[in-house]
């Protein structure tokens, strides 16, 4: 499976060499080192710890190097989450660098594709493969490297921070603290584009609600389309900022897949807002 903008991050790879450490014999590594020509880009330690780290520390140098395979080409990366899968596989004693692996891997636009069945005393789970999580037609990848890229371009750094932190939040199965870092992350932007576009009047503004009124008073946000409302109505920010802090910060009110499509959400949101920044600062 190759994709033309999906990319497995370095956290997947890391997590997945170390689910390869369950891999018996350093023979069984060195072998699969022969088989995909990476033998002369990382060398045998002699035991399956050290040869697994020089593998783990090329993969994460060089995510996007392209080995041979029986399927045909595909970049390293890929290739370690995929022998994960197949050589080893899901064990409950790994059970939590497997869910960790697939937290990494919905951040860049995967999934693992799980077949759970029900037992006598528990679930019995087996990883079938991977799987994109999105249509190429609306890859989250690429909108997050654009989304990095405006944010970069026009000095969001605060912003981008939030950012961040709404990501390794994820990452660490932190759901409550992702969820309060992407409101954030929609209001430091939306605060951001109404002091670069209307300096003067967004100093007079004592909230981010006050700078958002302000961008829809200008036509930044447009009421007739409903992306903004005071009052009542109906929009979609002030509905998206409802969405994302609806319970206040208390623990146990998200999941996974929550605060997956929360922060997918406002990646898309404020990607399409600095858009519309970016040409009205031409």
């Known amino acids: 499976m190759r994709h033309p903008h999906a990319k497995i991050n370095r956290g997947a790879v890391v997590v997945a060499c170390d689910i390869l450490s369950e891999i018996r014999t350093n023979a069984e590594i060195e072998s699969l080192l022969l ?13 399956v710890a050290k040869t697994l780290l020089g593998m783990k520390k090329f993969a994460t140098q060089f995510p996007d190097h392209e080995v041979q395979t029986d399927f ?40 693992l ?4 069945t029900d037992q006598w005393g528990g679930e019995s789970i087996v ?17 997050v490297n654009e989304l990095d ?46 002091e670069k576009l209307f300096p003067t009047e967004a100093a007079l503004k004592a909230s981010g609600l006050q700078k958002r009124q302000l961008l829809a008073e200008k036509g930044f ?3 007739d389309k409903h992306e903004f409302s005071d009052g009542n109505k109906q929009a979609y920010l002030p509905g998206l900022a409802k969405l994302l802090h609806p319970d206040g910060s208390h623990p146990g009110i998200s999941n996974q897949d929550d605060a997956m499509f929360r922060l997918q959400t406002v990646i898309v949101t404020t990607r399409w ?3 519309r920044f970016d040409q009205a600062m031409k």
């Open 113 to 116: 594709d799980k077949e759970v």
């Open 35 to 47: 088989e995909h020509g990476l033998d002369e880009y990382v060398s045998s330690g002699g035991s």
């Open 273 to 275: 807002l600095l858009k």
């Open 127 to 143: 990883i079938k493969g991977l799987l994109t999580s999105f249509p190429e037609l609306a890859e989250l990848p690429a909108t």
């Open 149 to 194: 890229a405006l944010l970069s371009k026009h000095g969001f750094t605060v912003s981008s921070r939030h950012l961040s932190s709404a990501k390794e939040n994820i990452a660490q199965a932190d759901w409550e603290a992702a969820n309060s870092q992407c409101r954030t992350f929609l209001e430091a932007v939306t605060d951001s584009v109404a």
């Open 221 to 223: 946000l447009s009421t």
């Open 72 to 111: 045909g080409p595909k970049p390293i990366s890929q290739l370690i989450v995929e022998k994960a899968i197949e050589l080893v596989g899901w064990k409950q004693r790994q059970a939590g660098l497997w869910e960790k692996l697939d937290r990494y891997l919905q951040l860049a636009g995967f999934s």
